[in-house]
């Protein structure tokens, strides 16, 4: 399947790492241009090398996306390197434990706006560049948002948010054709999971566990599987495709598990 996205531009948040650097990987296999937000120095410039080994083209913004200027400077720095924007895949977040009985009023404000402020904040200095493209946004959720997780109210508050605003932003803009979906994942081994495995006294045997209630194949997601399922979303194979909330979780979320 040609997916069409040659030579398109898309903004990645937390494009160097994990889900967000498996995205970047197959945009660039895609023969799309990938703009890496991140603030992983050796990762984001390591992937803009491999890119441009292999004939393409990258751009890495070594930035974290704490306030709304960074994400205004980014899509200014990606709009003046290649003078398009195609797409906006808002993916950074951190899982940071914020939860009632251990949190505070504060920090699970912080908690929210670091994990919710940059979504919104990319994808309205990027709209005036998806208008013109007929753009698409994919927004990274998580399971925990539907099934909660415990001892992570920020998080799982910011997670939810994603999910409304997927279906909030694919009707505002029915009326430029710019789709907006949300992929789910659940259970997908990268840096962050691994740190969330750290917190458990006896993290091999957390994630024997983990896996063996995983419905397809008892095992995690790849990184990959998520991407593949982004980028399909982004490209125009899935035209008529917007305001869905896509779960790519091995059945974890909807299957019964006790099978
Ligand atoms: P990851 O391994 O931590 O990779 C995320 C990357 O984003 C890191 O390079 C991180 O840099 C960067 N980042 C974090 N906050 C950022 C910000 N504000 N601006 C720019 N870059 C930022 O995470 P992941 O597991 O791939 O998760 C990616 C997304 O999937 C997240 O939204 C997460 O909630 C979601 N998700 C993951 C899982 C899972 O099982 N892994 C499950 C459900 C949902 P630093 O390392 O320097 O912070």
Redesign the pocket.
Known sequence: MNLNINQKVYLV??G??????AISKVLAEEGAYPVI????VK?GQNLVFEFESNGGKALHIP????DSNAAKEAVEMAFQKFGRIDGVIN?????DGIGLEKGSPEAFRASVE??LG?YYDLVYYALPHLKASKGSIVN?????AVTGQGNTSG?TAA?GGQLSLTREWAVELLKYGIRVNAV??????????ESWLKTFDNPEDKLNEIQKRIPLEKRMTT?REIADMVVFLLSDRSSHTTGQLIYVDGGYTHLDRAL
């Open positions: 948040s937390g160097a790492k994990g889900i967000g650097g937000i991140d603030p992983s990762e930035r974290r996306l704490t993916n950074a977040g951190v899982n670091k994990n940059h990274i959720s998580s399971k925990t998080y997670k789910i994942p659940a259970e997908v081994m990268t840096p962050l999971y990184p």
